[in-house]
C-alpha cells in the first residue's frame, strides 16, 4: 500500500487536499472567490461558451475598488487569460 502525501513532491497545486485528493472544480473555484474577496478583487469568469475563443474557460481577477485587472490580462487586449492554477499562485504570493 502506498502513502499518502500532500502533493507537493509530485507538483501539484496547493489545492490539492492532504489525502491526495484534489478538490472539485468548482470547489476550487469558490475557494477563490473567497480568497480573492478577502483581498479587494473579484474572480471574473469568461463567459465565451465557443471552445475557439481565445477567451474560452479562462479567469481573471479585477480590482473591487478601480474596476482594473489585476491579474489575467493577456497580449493583444485578451481578457481573461489566466487560469485558475495561476489565479492560485497569484493570491498565494501576498
Not at 465557443?50 to 481577477?61: E, K, V
Amino acid at each position: 500500500m502506498e502513502a499518502i502525501t500532500d502533493g507537493a513532491e509530485q507538483g501539484l497545486p496547493a489545492s490539492a487536499r492532504a489525502d491526495g485528493m484534489a478538490l472539485a472544480p468548482v470547489a476550487f473555484e469558490d475557494r477563490l472567490r473567497r480568497l480573492a474577496d478577502r483581498r479587494g478583487l473579484i474572480l471574473s469568469k469568461s463567459r465565451a461558451r465557443d471552445p475557439g475563443s481565445l477567451t474560452y474557460g479562462g479567469y481573471r481577477l479585477v480590482n473591487q475598488e478601480t474596476g482594473g485587472i489585476d491579474f489575467g490580462y493577456g497580449n493583444a487586449g485578451r481578457n481573461y487569460a489566466a487560469t485558475l492554477e495561476g489565479i492560485e499562485q497569484y493570491l498565494s504570493t501576498d
